[in-house]
T-cell receptor, first 114, second 113 residues
Framework: AQKITQTQPGMFVQEKEAVTLDCTYD???????LFWYKQPSSGEMIFLIY??????QNATEGRYSLNFQKARKSANLVISASQLGDSAMYFC???????????FGAGTRLFVKA | DAGVTQSPTHLIKTRGQQVTLRCSPK?????VSWYQQALGQGPQFIFQ???????QRGNFPDRFSGHQFPNYSSELNVNALLLGDSALYLC????????????FGDGTRLSIL
């Protein structure tokens, strides 16, 4: 069965530094997609970055990059040059290629310190 | 370009009542998914609608039902409300291609007294 694990309930980072949020996943499918979302305290879920299982290069979107290690089944999010506005919950999610259901991890709360 | 819109924003109901939540997808999107997010947890998939039919369902009882209209908008209905149904209900829309990210609305916060 598919599963997403985020082992860091909370993380602190100094403003302007980089931070890595961990995500491991479990699936028996060869085709799947991995997503990261940001959820500020206001509640909306904001899409950040996507990595397909067949993509050979790590995805990047501005200050966000995804460190995809397929053999280890990990999809860590790296945020460079952290900003105060990055303080939020971050969710890792996966959708298997054969299905339409997206499953989410428990999330990591990131605190950016000035 | 309007994003995903949900209504109402907040709702208070009592046990045993029924509730209907509404969602309009982002322009150009034809697929709508519903999620339940309990406090401090990640969203849990309820079901997805495409071409006015439910095409996949998560582990939720039949009290949770939905509908998609020809204009792609959707409703989530919950009958016989329980205290445990208190949560943020998120609607997400996407284009039917499976590698496309979902775009979420701001959610409806449902409180059951």
């Amino acid at each position: 069965a598919q599963k997403i694990t985020q082992t860091q309930p909370g993380m602190f980072v100094q403003e302007k530094e980089a931070v890595t949020l961990d995500c491991t996943y479990d699936t028996s499918d060869q085709s799947y997609g991995l997503f990261w979302y940001k959820q500020p305290s206001s509640g909306e879920m904001i899409f950040l970055i996507y990595q397909g299982s067949y993509d050979e290069q790590n995805a990047t979107e501005g200050r966000y990059s995804l460190n995809f290690q397929k053999a280890r089944k990990s999809a860590n999010l790296v945020i460079s040059a952290s900003q105060l506005g990055d303080s939020a919950m971050y969710f890792c999610a996966m959708r298997e290629g054969r299905g339409f259901k997206t499953i989410f991890g428990a999330g990591t709360r990131l605190f950016v310190k000035a | 370009d309007a994003g995903v819109t949900q209504s109402p924003t907040h709702l208070i109901k009592t046990r045993g009542q029924q509730v209907t939540l509404r969602c309009s997808p982002k322009s150009g999107h034809d697929t709508v998914s519903w999620y339940q997010q309990a406090l401090g947890q990640g969203p849990q998939f309820i079901f997805q609608y495409y071409e006015e039919e439910e095409r996949q369902r998560g582990n939720f009882p039949d009290r949770f039902s939905g509908h998609q209209f020809p204009n792609y908008s959707s409703e989530l209905n919950v009958n016989a409300l329980l205290l445990g149904d208190s949560a943020l209900y998120l609607c997400a829309s996407s284009f039917s291609s499976n590698n496309q990210p979902q775009h979420f609305g701001d959610g409806t916060r449902l409180s059951i007294l």
